[in-house]
């Protein structure tokens, strides 16, 4: 059973791939029946295959993730961060909270990503 550590370790690992846009590599974090909901309130991607269609379409360069902050308990994460996309001559930002569930074997169960245009800037 994996500790509030160890899900906060996959978070930072999932920040990691998705800024780096390594797609393939973010889905293998995902349970084989997980949900994504990002936004809240968007379409909801079911199972791996679904996933892994969501995250194609990840900026492959030029992306950073920044934790402002993160809190594990139990079996979920919930974290405020900001996703950097450079896009050549400006840079766009993105201000997300989002929650995961992982579970027993420490994938992730479930993301939900709380954002919307208001919480989009150029920077």
């Known amino acids: 059973m994996p500790?509030?550590?160890?899900?906060?370790k996959t978070v930072q690992r999932y920040l990691e791939l998705a800024a780096a846009g390594r797609a393939d590599d973010v889905v293998d974090l995902y349970a084989d029946d997980a949900?994504?909901?990002?936004?809240?309130?968007g379409e909801v991607h079911i199972g791996r295959?679904?996933?892994r269609r969501f995250y194609d379409s990840l900026p492959t360069t030029g992306a950073t993730a920044d934790v402002v902050t993160l809190r594990?308990?139990?079996?979920?994460?919930?974290?405020?961060?900001a996703l950097t996309i450079d896009l050549g001559e400006s840079k766009m930002r993105i201000e997300i909270i989002s929650v995961m569930t992982f579970n027993d074997?420490?994938?992730?169960?479930?993301?939900k990503a709380?954002?919307?245009p208001d919480n989009v800037t150029q920077v």
């Open 105 to 111: 074997e420490g994938r992730i169960a479930s993301m």
């Open 49 to 51: 295959a679904a996933i």
């Open 72 to 81: 594990a308990l139990g079996n979920e994460v919930a974290f405020f961060w």
């Open 3 to 8: 500790t509030p550590e160890d899900n906060a």
């Open 35 to 41: 949900t994504v909901e990002d936004p809240v309130g």
């Open 114 to 116: 709380y954002w919307g």
